[in-house]
């Protein structure tokens, strides 16, 4: 029987890259893309955010989400379903068109991550790990808490966000002192030494 090996340490640099077509911040939530050739920069898996920024180009709010597909999740933001509008896609749809009637800006950006490994797993930007649905879940989940302490509104519904109550559960199966560095790391956002 096999023994499992405990995380001791994760440093992870979270690189946000914004997708922009010719240069130029891209409405993606609202048009089509304008040529094929530009449909390539949003197709596979993504962990994504949504940057809400005021007319000053202050950040006021995200929203950070993940798919598998992402140029299908982004047609839900365009058009999402009509019927249940206290779905995440009309919300955030709603939040978008909000901050643009306001004279603010959308700006949608990737995650981008250098390479790093979990006990022998290499976790990347690849469509290799991407194409895994932990990975984009585990990734989205860390992105979250990340912004919970950086952001001045996170648009995500963390009471119910069923990925943090998994990365809480996976800081619980760590040793109580390195529980503890984890938390202060998080709260003054802080690197691991």
Not at 52 to 64: C, D, F, P, R
Not at 137 to 166: C, F, G, Q, W, Y
Not at 168 to 182: D, H, N, T
């Amino acid at each position: 029987m096999s023994t499992l090996t405990p995380v001791e340490s994760l440093t992870i640099p979270l690189n946000w890259r914004p997708v922009l077509v010719e240069g130029q911040i891209y409405p993606w939530h609202r048009k089509l893309q304008k040529y094929l050739k530009h449909r390539e920069l949003i197709t596979g898996p993504r962990i994504y955010r949504w940057v809400l920024k005021n007319n000053s180009g202050e950040v006021e709010a995200v929203y950070i989400g993940q798919g598998e597909k992402f140029q299908k999740r982004l047609a839900k933001y365009r058009w999402p379903a009509k019927t249940n509008a206290k779905s995440t896609d009309a919300i955030i749809k709603k939040m978008l068109v909000l901050c643009e009637e306001k004279g603010g800006t959308v700006e949608l950006q990737f995650l981008e991550i250098t390479g790093f490994e979990i006990n022998g797993q290499l976790i990347d930007s690849s469509t290799k790990s991407l194409g895994n649905h932990e990975v984009r879940i585990l990734l989205e989940s860390i992105a979250i808490v990340t912004a919970k302490s950086e952001m001045p509104t996170l648009l995500n519904r963390l009471s119910k966000n069923v990925h943090e109550k998994d990365l809480e559960s996976l800081l619980r199966s760590l040793p109580p002192k390195r529980q503890q560095e984890i938390l202060d790391i998080l709260k003054t956002n802080k690197q691991p030494s």
